[in-house]
C-alpha cells in the first residue's frame, strides 16, 4: 500500500457524521465476532457510493454488493454503471436509449480512478456496456478516448457481443420525434423512479449515469455513462466520456461527474473545475455550485432552459451537488443506507415550463 492510500484510509476512518454533506452517520458495524471483524466493519462503514438521478438507486445497491463485502471501487462503479446500460425502460442509457436522429444508438462512457488512470469510448454503437469497454481502455491499451469504427473493433476484439441496441420503444419514440425533427434538448427535472416502482418516467431525452466511490480502502472511482441527447446528430459527443468534462477523479482531492446538457459541461472543463474548487478547500456542494454558476454566467438567457448538474465526492466522503434547475436528485449509498435519494439545490428553484 503506497503512503497515498494509507493517508487515505486514515481520513476515511476519521471522518465523522457531522462531516457527510447528505447528513448521513456512519454505522458502528457488527462488533460481536471480534476486533478482526469490527476492524472490518468499520472499514466497510466507511465505503459509499453515489450516483445521479433516481436509477442511481438500483445502481449503487449494484456497486454496494461490491463495495459492502470490502471489494475494490472501481469494479463497483463498473457493476453500477451496467445496471441503468442494461434497463431497457431506461432511455438515456445504454441499450434502450433513443437514437441519433438517423436511427443510431451511440453510446458514451469513460472511467477514471484515483491515480488518475482513465479510459473512454465514445459513439460507440452495438455494445450493451460501454463502461465495461471503457475500461478495457483504460487497462489493455496506451490510449484513453477511442471512438465509432475503433471503438467497436476493438470492443468485438476484445469479446463484446454485437447487437442491436435500438429497442421497439426506442424506434417508435424516433419515428414520432421525425415528424417534427426539432432538435430541442428537453430539462430534465421529474422524477422517473426507475429500479424503485419500476415506473418508466416521462418524456426525458437526456439524463446520465454519473457515479463515484469510495472502498473500504480508501479508492475512490467514478464512472459516467450515458447514450447522450436524444436525437442528436450523428457523431455528436457528450461530456460524458470526456475526462475532465463528464468525469474527474483525483485520490487526493475527490471526484465529480455531470449530467445535463454536455456541450455546457465541455465549454467550462466542468467536473475537472469541480475537483479543483474542492482542491482549493471548496465542499462539494460549493464546488458544485460555482461550476453551475460559471455556466449560469457566461449564458444567462440560454440557462433558463437548460439543465446541467455536477455531483462530488471529497476523499472524506461528505458528498454535495448543484444543479441549474430544480428536480436534479442523487442516491447516496453507504453501510447505514442503501437508498437515499436526495434532491439537489438548484439555481432555479420552481420547474420550467
Ligand atoms: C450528454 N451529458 O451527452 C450527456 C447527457 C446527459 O442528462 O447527461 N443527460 O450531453
Redesign the pocket.
Known amino acids: 500500500m503506497t503512503d497515498r492510500r494509507r493517508f487515505l484510509k486514515g481520513s476515511l476512518l476519521g471522518v465523522s457524521a457531522s462531516m457527510l454533506g447528505w447528513g448521513g452517520k456512519l454505522a458502528a458495524g457488527p462488533m460481536r465476532r471480534g476486533a478482526a471483524d469490527a476492524n472490518h466493519a468499520a472499514k466497510a462503514s466507511a465505503a459509499r457510493v453515489v450516483s445521479?438521478w433516481d436509477f442511481g438507486v438500483a445502481a449503487n445497491q449494484a456497486a454496494w454488493a461490491i463495495l459492502g463485502k470490502g471489494g475494490h471501487a472501481l469494479d463497483a462503479v463498473e457493476a453500477g454503471a451496467q445496471v441503468p446500460e442494461s434497463d431497457l425502460r431506461n432511455h438515456?442509457v445504454g441499450k434502450g436509449g433513443y437514437p441519433d436522429r438517423d436511427g443510431h444508438v451511440s453510446l458514451?462512457a469513460s472511467i477514471m480512478d484515483a491515480d488518475g488512470s482513465c479510459g473512454a469510448v465514445a459513439a460507440l454503437e452495438h455494445i450493451e456496456h460501454p463502461i465495461s469497454v471503457a475500461r478495457r481502455v483504460m487497462e489493455r491499451t496506451p490510449h484513453v478516448l477511442l471512438v465509432g469504427e475503433g471503438a467497436l473493433q476493438f470492443a468485438l476484439e476484445q469479446g463484446f457481443r454485437k447487437q442491436d441496441l435500438l429497442t421497439p420503444e426506442a424506434e417508435q419514440a424516433w419515428h414520432e420525434w421525425l415528424k417534427t425533427a426539432k432538435y430541442q434538448p428537453s430539462i430534465?427535472s421529474e422524477v422517473h423512479d426507475y429500479g424503485r416502482t419500476g415506473r418508466p418516467g416521462g418524456a426525458h431525452n437526456?439524463?446520465?449515469i454519473g457515479m463515484l466511490a469510495i472502498d473500504a480502502h480508501g479508492r475512490m472511482s467514478g464512472a459516467c455513462t450515458?447514450s447522450?441527447?436524444a436525437w442528436?446528430m450523428r457523431g455528436r459527443?457528450?461530456?460524458?466520456p470526456i475526462i475532465g468534462a463528464?468525469l474527474y477523479v483525483d485520490g487526493e482531492v475527490g471526484g465529480a461527474t455531470?449530467?445535463?446538457?454536455?456541450?455546457e459541461?465541455i465549454r467550462n472543463a466542468g467536473s475537472f473545475l469541480v475537483v479543483e474548487l474542492m482542491r482549493q478547500g471548496r465542499s462539494p456542494h460549493e464546488a458544485c455550485k460555482e461550476a453551475v454558476m460559471r455556466i449560469v454566467k457566461k449564458r444567462r438567457e440560454a440557462s433558463k432552459t437548460l439543465?446541467v448538474?455536477f455531483l462530488a465526492m471529497n476523499r472524506n466522503g461528505e458528498v454535495g451537488a448543484y444543479a441549474i434547475q430544480h428536480g436534479f436528485t442523487y442516491a447516496v449509498c453507504d453501510a447505514q443506507k442503501q437508498d437515499a435519494l436526495i434532491p439537489s439545490q438548484s439555481v432555479y428553484t420552481t420547474s420550467y415550463s
Open positions: 445521479t438515456s458514451d430534465n437526456h439524463d446520465t450515458t447522450g441527447m442528436k459527443v457528450g461530456d460524458s463528464g455531470s449530467t445535463g446538457v454536455g456541450e459541461v439543465q448538474g
